[in-house]
């Protein structure tokens, strides 16, 4: 049975990442958002609260959580800005934990102490520009050398990308066996022939740093190699699988903070003579609100206690991806329409969540493709091609 008590350590990691939040990043998320600053400064206090790898184990630098009190951590995060949310999930769910859980011991001691401090930042290479839902088709080849292999190809939409010093990156090693030829590099960046471009313009997450990767004939050694040759695709998804969940959790955190905006905002403002959350109309979205969070926090909460019991989990995270994520657009929708006119602006953060949510239904998979995970695991049959 699922336990929604928190221990006293689950309290108190919980109480501190929301002072931290409300103390270090709140302030500073509007103007990151406008200058488009990925804010290096918060990163390195994110590394130094141990929130870049909090379920990494204390071994390798980690600080060895459970998934549910890493929930607690990254919906407080999401709260405050989806933008450094993005750098938590990236870093811990989708390079960390897949080190821990496919690396040598030496990839493990090389990598994992300075990730989990901040010392170095790295990136997930799985999306190309012709290869999106459909990751197994990427065309990113890697060729066997000497002691080594040698990569060249693209990469499309990199969180991080400019910034990391390790890349993640899915190549093909054999084009004939498809998926099965798959295999992960950890890649250092300042690899010759490996370059990275800025993307301008996103609707929103623009605090995050988004980028396109080169790899001209990168050589790496064999110990770059991340499990096996032909194993790329279990790193992929398995990363996703932690991914997705630090994606859900940081949505209650939208859906949470739009609650607590509208009623905050609908208390002050007054209409026809009295406070707006005196109409009935009002309380009924802010309702609606609070039913999607508290909704989506359990649904997190039930994919992080399967995890947490070593339970398989994919498809439970599929639906707590699919349903916080859609719930995070509702909600801040709704908290615009609570805000009238102050809603369209950035005097209060409601926009930017409605723009900061709207990614979460594409990245990591988008909601037809959770939805197709879902209706698979429900039938038996793949609808995915
Ligand atoms: C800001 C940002 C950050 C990102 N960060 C990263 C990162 O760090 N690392 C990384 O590897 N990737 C990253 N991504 C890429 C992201 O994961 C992809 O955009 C996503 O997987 C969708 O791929 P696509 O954009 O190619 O869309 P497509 O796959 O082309 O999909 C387009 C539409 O077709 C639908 N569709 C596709 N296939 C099917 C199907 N079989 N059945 C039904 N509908 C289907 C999709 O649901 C979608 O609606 C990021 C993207 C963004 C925007």
């Given at each position: 049975m699922i336990d929604f008590e928190l221990t006293d350590e689950q309290r108190l990691i919980h109480e501190t990442a929301r002072d931290f939040t409300d103390r270090e990043i709140v302030p500073v998320a509007r103007d990151n958002d406008r200058n488009e600053r990925f804010d290096t400064d918060l990163v390195k206090k994110l590394g130094d609260m141990g929130?870049?790898?909090?379920?990494?184990s204390e071994e390798y630098?980690?600080?060895?959580?459970d998934y549910r009190t890493y929930a607690l951590i990254v919906e407080e995060i999401g709260r405050g800005d989806s933008s450094a949310r993005t750098v938590v999930s990236v870093q811990t769910s989708l390079v960390c934990s897949s080190i821990q859980r496919w690396g040598t011991e030496d990839q493990k001691h090389a990598w994992l102490p300075r990730l989990c401090s901040g010392e170095v930042l790295g990136c997930f290479g799985l999306t190309e520009p012709d290869t999106g839902s459909d990751a197994?088709?990427?065309?990113?080849r890697a060729e066997k050398t000497g002691d080594g292999w040698r990569i060249s190809g693209q990469k499309q939409w990199i969180s991080m990308g400019n910034y990391a010093k390790v890349a993640l990156i899915f190549a093909q090693?054999?084009?004939?066996?498809?998926?099965?030829g798959l295999a992960a590099f950890l890649v250092?960046?300042?690899?010759?022939?490996f370059s990275s471009s800025s993307i301008h313009g996103?609707?929103?997450?623009?605090a995050s740093d988004t980028a396109e990767l080169q790899l001209d004939g990168v050589e790496v050694a064999?110990?770059?190699?991340?499990?096996?040759?032909?194993d790329g695709f279990k790193v992929a998804m398995s990363a996703l699988d932690s991914g997705r969940y630090s994606v859900a959790a940081g949505c209650v955190g939208i859906c949470q903070g739009c609650v607590d905006a509208s009623v905050a905002y609908s208390k002050e403002r007054k209409q026809f003579g009295r406070p707006?959350?005196?109409?009935q109309l009002v309380q009924e979205m802010i309702a609606d609100m609070t039913v999607d969070t508290e909704a989506a926090r359990v649904l997190v909460w039930r994919a992080g206690w399967l995890k947490d019991s070593g339970r398989p989990s994919t498809t439970e995270t599929s639906v707590a991806k699919l349903f916080a994520t859609e719930a995070a657009v509702r909600n801040a929708n709704l908290a615009i329409q609570v805000h009238?006119?102050?809603?369209?602006?950035?005097?209060?953060p409601v926009e930017r969540y409605m723009r900061d949510a709207r990614v979460t239904t594409l990245y990591e998979g988008t909601s037809q493709i959770q939805k197709l995970i879902i209706g698979r695991a429900m039938t038996g049959v793949n609808a995915m091609v």
């Open positions: 929130y870049l790898g909090p379920i990494v630098g980690g600080r060895g959580l197994a088709n990427l065309r990113t090693t054999d084009p004939e066996k498809k998926h099965r250092p960046t300042e690899s010759e022939g996103k609707l929103g997450l623009r064999d110990d770059a190699l991340l499990g096996d040759v032909g707006i959350a005196s109409f009238g006119g102050s809603g369209y602006v950035d005097d209060y």
